[in-house]
């Protein structure tokens, strides 16, 4: 069974003229452990994209399907790293997370609050408030909620946003390990090549591209169709 899957995906924002949505009769399917790179210039629908599968957002017409049920009641089977981080300023990493893992119902909470955080290297920092918190300090707490519950499909907007390269390579490491399904936007080329199995291209809500197999020797054949498209 395909983990992710996009029906006729169609979805546009109160306020979009109807003629021009952010995402178009988009289909596509990802099995497990397939990691799909989502390209494309910026507007394109990237983050549109992810929003429906992350559960936040409904279409207008089509499906967005994780393990065959609608992303809205699978949430559970969800990661998600995003310039929004969804963290609560005024409590701790580790209090952020336990308000998650409670909500996902994450056996023995407390010790795997402090094994994530651990893993993001946030150990030390754990009790302070996330406001107090850097950007990039901030981002690895987001990366630590995302992978909490240990969901099989993970969806990656930009997750570099403000990471140094440590983290990056955090990022290297979920991305790849324990064989989940992603969906990653990124426009860091390189490091999203190294990354993907599978990539697709949008551009003004339209799948354009799509390349099954993915390899850095690609890197300026794509960077020159993007170019194109950006124009
Ligand atoms: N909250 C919103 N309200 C109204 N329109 C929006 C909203 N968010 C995005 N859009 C519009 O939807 C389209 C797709 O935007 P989206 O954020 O999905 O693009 P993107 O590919 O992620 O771009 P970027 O590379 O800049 O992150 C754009 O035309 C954008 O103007
Ligand atoms: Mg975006």
């Known amino acids: 069974m395909s983990l992710v899957r996009a029906e006729g995906l169609t979805a546009r924002y109160p306020g979009q003229p109807v003629g021009m949505p952010a995402l178009i009769d988009v289909n596509l399917e990802l099995a497990a452990g397939e990691r799909l790179l989502l390209l494309g210039p910026n507007g394109a629908g990237k983050s549109t ?7 936040l957002m409904r279409a207008a017409s089509g499906r967005a399907l994780v393990a065959g049920q ?8 969800v990661g998600v790293v995003s310039h929004a981080t969804y963290l609560y300023d005024e409590l701790s990493a580790a ?10 119902g994450v056996a023995q ?18 009790d302070v408030r996330v406001g107090r918190l850097s950007r990039g300090q901030q981002q690895r707490v987001t990366i630590a909620r ?17 990471l140094d390269a440590a983290a990056t390579g955090l990022i290297e490491h979920l991305t790849l390990g324990g064989g989940r399904t992603v969906v990653l936007t990124t426009h860091n080329l390189a490091t999203g090549l190294r990354l993907g ?10 799948i354009v591209y799509e390349q099954a ?19």
């Open 70 to 77: 609608p992303a809205r009641s699978a949430r559970a089977l």
């Open 213 to 231: 197999g993915v390899s850095l020797s690609d890197l300026g054949a794509l960077t020159d169709r993007l170019e194109r498209l950006a124009r």
């Open 95 to 104: 209090e952020n997370l336990r308000l998650y893992a409670e909500l996902y």
């Open 49 to 55: 994209f992810i929003r429906l599968f992350a559960g």
């Open 109 to 126: 909470p407390a010790d795997r609050v402090a094994t994530v955080l651990s893993q993001v290297g946030m150990a030390r920092l754990a």
């Open 146 to 162: 995302a992978v909490l519950h240990e969901p099989p499909v993970l969806l990656l907007d930009e997750p570099e946003t403000g």
């Open 197 to 206: 199995t599978h990539l697709a291209i949008l551009s003004r809500g339209r």
